[in-house]
């Protein structure tokens, strides 16, 4: 695997509750993406960053900020998390950004919101 | 809108035999790409085939692209059970290099 950690693994909130992932990397690749996984949905695009306090909003980005104050580190915020936010989170890097990088998937953070 | 449909949603086939799942978009791409899913684990790139090119192998998988019909196609041969997986397309669109748009997946069974 790429050197890719996401934290916490698995989380389990109520609703109401802001919650924090973490996205990590020890690749120095500039792209950091973070995506949503969901049943009959596929993947969908959150926010992405294309550098330090560079981002941008995807196109699932409603309830969601994202923050990066260095290369290795992405973070996203659920400022008050609801059920529809109850999903597997994966964070992924890309090396430029070019449409022909591959991206590299971290192992996901599965969050339920009660 | 998704930009990437897979077809079927879900196949189960004997190990050896082969194992084709089909991806339909709507606009116009710069390339597309197959990445597979372990079950509880992120996705791992497997090919990328660019919108000038029709056919690209890599090992036991054969990737085909029809950009008049919007359409790709990822054969997996001689099937094995570790290809049990989940299979998805992603476009990249031409007028945003750096967004992949992913599909909903094709789910593999393949049995012993």
């Known amino acids: 695997d790429a050197g890719i950690t996401q934290s916490p693994r698995h989380k389990v909130t109520e609703t109401g509750t802001p919650v924090t992932l973490r996205c990590h990397q020890t690749?120095?690749?500039?792209?950091m993406y973070w995506y949503r996984q969901d049943p009959g949905h596929g993947l969908r695009l959150i926010h992405y960053?294309?550098?330090?306090?560079?981002?941008d909003k995807g196109e699932v980005s409603d309830g969601y900020s994202v923050s990066r104050s260095k290369t290795e580190d992405f973070l996203l915020t659920l400022e008050s998390a609801t059920s529809s936010q109850t999903s597997v989170y994966f964070c992924?890097?890309?090396?430029?950004?070019?449409?022909?990088?591959?991206?590299?998937f971290g192992p996901g953070t599965r969050l339920t919101v009660l | 809108s998704q930009q990437g449909e897979e077809d079927p949603q879900a196949l189960s086939i004997q190990e050896g035999e082969n194992a084709t799942m089909n991806c339909s978009y709507k606009t116009s791409i710069n390339n597309l790409q197959w990445y597979r899913q372990n079950s509880g684990r992120g996705l791992v790139h497997l090919i990328l085939i660019r919108s000038n090119e029709r056919e690209k192998h890599s090992g036991r998988l054969r990737v085909t692209l029809d950009t008049s019909k919007k359409s790709s196609s990822l054969l997996i041969t001689a099937s094995r059970a570790a290809d049990t997986a989940s299979y998805f397309c992603a476009t990249a669109w031409m007028d945003s290099s750096y967004k992949l748009i992913f599909g909903s997946g094709t789910r593999l069974l393949v049995r012993p």
């Open positions: 960053s294309y550098g330090v306090k560079d981002t």
């Open positions: 690749e120095n690749h500039r792209y």
């Open positions: 992924a890097i890309s090396e430029s950004g070019r449409s022909t990088d591959t991206q590299y």
